[in-house]
């Protein structure tokens, strides 16, 4: 493993059934480093994402990260992992509805056994830096879209993971909204020394990323920056 | 047609989880409907039963009418009750009562098949020597108010001086009716069945606000399936007219078939509930069915509520499109539930004092503001939850009962309605405390004034004659004047002021067990016409019967708010996987473990139900600690606590079965947008 390499993927082969969505892919992630993975519909760059971040296991290959193999943990390591060591960001749906706003980004530290009040105290300061003082107690059926995803930025960030995994997260956006948390999410991951694996299939949001890597018929085609590993 | 054909391919197209949400609602429906028939039969039953007893409550015949005298009165055997009627036809070819093929000749015996297999069984000088000998006819069911009642029907001659309109009595009670001349045996209903009725309606009224506020809760279940397509249906251009037809119709076939199900559950649980013992016994399988038209009713009513409910549900979708789409703070509670509770609440003993149907109306005005102020309090108990939460499975807990504080209610008001009667009922012991300890062991007779003398001596000698070791003495009118110097065995004694037609004999026996009192009881029968020997643990019996029943009766009714809550508390917990099944996902996704999601939904069900149920039914044992004199219901104790126990488990075992469908949603965790 190279120095500064945070996650590491290798001939990751994933089947279901007899589609194979991927064919023996392999992706390296540098510590603060963003990387894009594009590709159509179908061309398994979800499942590669979700391989790298221990929620599928892979049929084949190995995933690493920071020199620990995750692809061999048990459901409940990998689930701490998950909860202890990444952040997640969806194109929507991902915060409670009945939890206010500062509340949904106090959860993921609450469930790593922090008390309720300093959780809660650690979550209001990402409230005033990601423009969204004043709505902490704010329910996410009374945020904008780019509200939000921003709210939903400081939960993947509150607990200091190492990588951030993005899927689709400007998708239900607007191309300016989108733009703007883009802007936040990158700077925000990378201000907080976290690496960033998006997938998009939008060439504007790549543009974000430090490194891109196309995926087609579960194999990467490209890669344009260190991250890009062909098998 | 063409609504229907698309409700009906939006059901079958919903693929499995939409299924499962119709599934849901068809169960919840049919759980509704089987406890809604158990609610009206239980009317219809003892409707029944006060019917087939009306022949012994007789009708005094107006002017020359009259074709036969007849009279009633309680006798004991053991701790149970006989009704024993006595029959004097003035002339032949009279129409016999229910059950009896003829009216019984002078000397003829006529007994429930539960007294005549009695009779049988104990020795004679216990039970049967107190009927006149022969042979002993049966008689039927219609003139039985259950199969296992204690019935005798007596024929006497019209000159009987069993038969006579008595002298005024001591202390009549009011089981006793004195012969009476009869026009027919039509009778009329007694006051106990009355009585009964009454308490049928009001266990009634608990029941059915409960489950339809679950039944209104389950229609609502398939709108959250279909409101975001139907919120997209509206977006591509159907009317506010077609979107409500469509919810209506899918409701309605789903629960239609659900309240098919229902008369099909309650149907085979007929056999089981005749076994619920009321007044001393089962019922006949035939009085629990509510009959064609009432069971049509039903069947029609449920899927029309349940429609005219999935409308309501859906009036966000139809005013807006976009309705559905966005989930806001909802709007606080407003106290004036707890005002408008209150005031209903006291003005209830007002408006009670009026009648029966006042008081009637008053309960269920009393029921639904309760209900109005149950959300009120749970959404209180969610923001104290929130506020004292530490953990993220209390905090999710609490902030989903401030959410949405009318679902943890439908689960847990019928507990909290029933909980505290069955707390204030339950412990309570109809042989001590509130009814003080009797003594059985002492049997007074009424006698004619004049006759004292000599039916003492023949009590004293009869007693004596069955081996029956006691002391026989006299009374005056009014309570009882025992001079306790008066011990000779041999001699009766007599006091009082000597001017009353009747005095009180009383025979002290000197053992009081069961069957030495009946064979006392025996020997004292036919001593003084048209009456019996009773002690005053006899006079308590029925009071103690009463209060053994209502308490059967609320136990019954906590059972079924049980069984609305554990049904409930499943649904609930199954809509609540299915509403946010790609948040539950997600949030897996992101590595919280399976038991927090878990923990998070059984204390939502289970820290209203402790709070209003649990609570109730402790404030209902506190309320009635006082009267209850230190004599607990051992019994009355157990049942209860096994009913609480067992209601508690089959809430947390509702909610564990939905644990699967949490961890089948959440397996998948690619985002949904569907």
């Known amino acids: 493993m190279s120095e500064g390499v945070v996650l590491e993927g290798r001939a990751l082969v994933k089947r279901f059934g007899p589609a194979t969505a991927l064919a023996g892919v392999g992706l390296r992630v540098q510590r603060g480093e963003s990387v894009a993975i594009m590709g159509p519909s179908g061309s398994g760059k979800s499942t590669l994402l979700h391989c790298l971040a221990g929620i599928m296991k892979p049929d084949e290959g190995e995933v690493t990260l920071l020199g620990q193999r995750v692809d061999t943990m048990r459901e409940r390591e990998r689930s701490a992992l998950r909860r202890t060591k990444f952040g997640f960001l969806f194109q929507f749906g991902q915060l409670l509805p009945e939890l206010p706003a500062v509340e949904n980004v106090a959860l993921p530290l609450m469930l790593g056994g922090v008390p309720r009040g300093v959780a809660v105290n650690q979550a209001m300061a990402w409230f005033g830096p990601l423009g969204l003082a004043g709505m902490e107690s704010r329910r996410p059926g009374e945020l904008s879209g780019g509200q939000a995803q921003r709210v939903a930025i400081a939960r993947a960030l509150v607990t200091g993971p190492a990588v951030v995994f993005a899927d689709e997260p400007t998708g239900a956006l607007d191309q300016a909204t989108g733009q703007a948390t883009m802007d936040l999410l990158v700077e925000a991951t990378r201000g907080n020394g976290a690496s960033l694996v998006l997938v998009t299939h939008d060439r504007e949001v790549a543009r974000w990323c430090d490194g891109l890597v196309e995926v087609r018929d579960g194999l990467v085609v490209s890669g344009t920056a260190t991250a890009g590993v062909p098998r | 047609m063409n609504t229907l054909r698309l409700s009906w391919r939006l059901l079958r197209g919903g693929g499995a989880r939409g299924l499962v949400g119709a599934g849901l609602t068809l169960a919840a429906v049919a759980v509704s409907t089987a406890l809604l028939l158990f609610a009206v039969g239980m009317n219809v039953a003892f409707e029944a039963r006060a019917d087939r007893e009306a022949w012994r409550n007789p009708v005094a015949a107006q002017g020359t009418a009259a074709v036969a005298v007849q009279s009633a009165r309680p006798e004991y055997v053991g701790e149970r009750i006989i009704s024993l009627v006595e029959i004097a036809a003035l002339r032949p070819g009279v129409a016999p009562p229910p059950g009896l093929a003829r009216v019984p000749a002078p000397g003829e015996v006529w007994m429930s098949p539960a ?22 006819r049966i008689i039927g ?20 001086p069993a038969m006579v309109p008595p002298a005024p009595s001591l202390d009549r009670p009011l089981n006793m009716i004195p012969p009476t001349p009869v026009a027919g045996f ?82 085979a649980a007929v056999p089981l509930l005749a076994h619920i013992p009321i007044g001393g016994g089962g019922w006949f399988a035939g009085d629990l069915w509510p009959g064609v038209l009432l069971v049509a009713g039903v069947l029609l009513a449920v899927p029309l509520l349940v429609g005219l409910s999935a409308a309501a ?11 559905v789409a966005r989930r806001q703070t909802p709007p606080g509670m407003r106290a004036i539930r707890l005002v408008v509770t209150l005031a209903v609440l006291a003005a209830a003993p007002v408006v009670g004092g009026i009648g029966y149907g006042a008081f009637v109306i008053m309960l269920g005005l009393g029921f639904l503001s309760i209900n109005l102020a149950g959300p009120w309090v749970v959404g209180l108990i969610g923001r104290i939850t929130t506020a004292t939460a530490r953990g993220p499975a209390r905090l999710l807990a609490g902030r989903r009962l401030v959410d949405d504080p009318r679902a943890a209610w439908r689960t847990v008001s019928g507990v909290a309605l029933t909980g505290f009667v069955a707390g204030f009922l339950g412990l309570l012991s109809p042989s001590g405390g509130l009814m003080g300890v009797r003594p059985a062991g002492e049997l007074r007779l009424e006698v004619p004034a004049r006759e004292v003398a ?37 001699k009766a004694s007599e006091k009082g002021t000597g001017k009353a037609a009747a005095r009180l004999l009383t025979a002290k026996l000197e053992r009081d067990d069961p069957a030495t009192v009946d ?35 609320t136990i ?24 946010r099944r790609q948040t539950y996902a997600l949030l897996r996704l992101a590595g919280t473990p399976l038991s927090v999601l878990d923990r998070a939904r059984r204390a939502e069900t289970l820290i209203p139900l402790t709070v209003m149920g649990g609570g109730s039914v402790l404030a209902g044992v506190v309320c009635g600690l006082p009267i209850m004199a230190g004599a607990v219901s051992v019994t009355g104790a157990v049942v209860l606590v096994g009913c609480v126990v067992l209601g508690f488990a089959g809430v947390i075992g509702a909610g564990a079965l939905t644990r699967p469908l949490l961890r089948s949603v959440t397996a998948n965790p690619a985002p949904r947008p569907d």
């Open chain 2, 454 to 490: 000599a039916v003492a001596k023949a009590a004293d000698a009869r007693l004596a004659t069955a081996g029956v070791p006691a002391t026989v003495v006299v009374s005056g009118p009014g309570k009882d004047q025992v001079d306790p110097r008066e011990k000779s065995p041999a």
């Open chain 2, 519 to 553: 064979r006392a009881r025996t020997a004292l029968a036919g001593l003084s016409p048209g009456h019996s020997a009773t002690s005053p643990a006899d006079d308590g019996r029925e009071g103690g019967m009463l209060l053994n029943d209502v308490r059967t009766g």
């Open chain 2, 141 to 160: 069911d219609a003139g039985l108010v259950h199969r296992d009642e204690l019935v005798a029907v007596v024929g006497r001659a019209a000159d009987d």
């Open chain 2, 313 to 323: 549900g859906l009036r966000q979708v139809v005013v807006s499109p976009l309705g």
């Open chain 2, 115 to 136: 007294l005549a297999a009695l009779a049988r069984e104990l020795p004679r000088d216990e039970l049967s020597g107190r009927f006149p000998a022969g042979p002993v």
């Open chain 2, 556 to 579: 019954v009714v906590l059972t079924v708010s049980f069984l609305v809550a554990v049904a409930s508390a499943g649904i609930t917990a199954a809509s609540s996987i299915l509403d």
């Open chain 2, 186 to 267: 039509a009778g009329e209903h007694g006051e106990l069945a009355s009585g009964y009725r009454i308490l049928a309606l009001i266990a009634t009224v608990l029941v059915v606000v409960p489950l339809l506020v679950f039944g209104g809760a389950a229609a609502r279940l398939t709108v959250a399936r279909r409101d975001q397509r139907l919120a997209a249906l509206r977006l591509v251009g159907a009317t506010p007219g077609q979107v409500v037809a469509m919810t209506v119709a899918e409701a309605v076939v789903v629960a239609g078939a659900g309240a098919l199900a229902g008369l099909v559950v309650y149907a």
